[in-house]
């Protein structure tokens, strides 16, 4: 089996990840501005010695609010990396951002990088908010479906961020059936261990 890395970057407000594998980059998710677009070229030339230019196979959106949107234009402007998102959320990514979703994909779909990620599909933040499932690594990236305190415990988004506050909080049990340890937020703190337990340890308490 290849050799996984993961790599979250923050910004101010919100990070997007990284991962290496196979000599390919895959990004997650590109903060607000042209100065995290930046900071993500950087990151990649610098501190992996990876240019995304070059390596960069494909960026996935998790969903298409601004700041994960924010710097795909800037990054597609030097990067020939494909696009993907869920189907539901293809239109407003192309209309904020003037490039074409190559890949759009449904629940359960699994793209074909650092062993299979996984499109699991949670609506409610927006209609088509995706966390990425990494089975071998045990690895949830959320993206906005869950948010973390500086602790990490979770919560779902807050209610003024979604469209629609009590489906999200009812369609995160579709995460339930899932084996993961570790996981990744936009915003707050990371889990690099115990994760279900913590995500169990929410539930109980929204139910
Ligand atoms: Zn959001």
């Keep these: 089996m290849s050799i996984i890395n993961v790599y979250p970057i ?19 998710d590109t903060g607000m501005s042209i100065e995290d677009a930046d900071t993500i070229l950087h990151y990649a030339k610098s501190n992996l010695n990876m240019p995304l230019e070059k390596y960069g196979e494909v960026c996935i959106i998790t ?11 800037w990054l597609k402007k030097k990067c020939d990396f494909k696009i993907a998102s869920h189907i539901d959320e293809v239109e407003k990514i192309e209309s904020a951002t003037g490039f074409n979703v190559n890949l759009k994909l449904k629940d359960r779909e699994t793209l074909p990088y650092c062993g299979g990620i996984q499109f699991i599909h949670v609506p409610g933040h927006t209609s088509g908010n995706i966390c990425l499932y990494l089975q071998n690594e045990a690895l949830l990236i959320l993206g906005d479906t ?14 003024h961020y979604s469209v629609n506050p009590e489906m999200s909080k009812r369609e995160l049990k579709r995460l339930r059936e899932l084996d993961f340890d570790k996981i990744i937020v936009s915003h707050g703190k990371d889990t690099i261990n115990g994760a279900k337990k913590k995500f169990q340890l929410m539930m109980e308490r929204i139910a």
């Design 63 to 73: 969903h298409c609010h601004m700041d994960h949107i924010g710097g795909l234009k």
């Design 146 to 159: 869950l948010f973390a305190d500086e602790e990490g415990n979770l919560s779902p988004p807050p209610n």
């Design 10 to 28: 923050q910004f101010n407000r919100v990070k997007a990840t990284l991962l290496q594998c196979d000599n390919k980059l895959i990004l997650v």
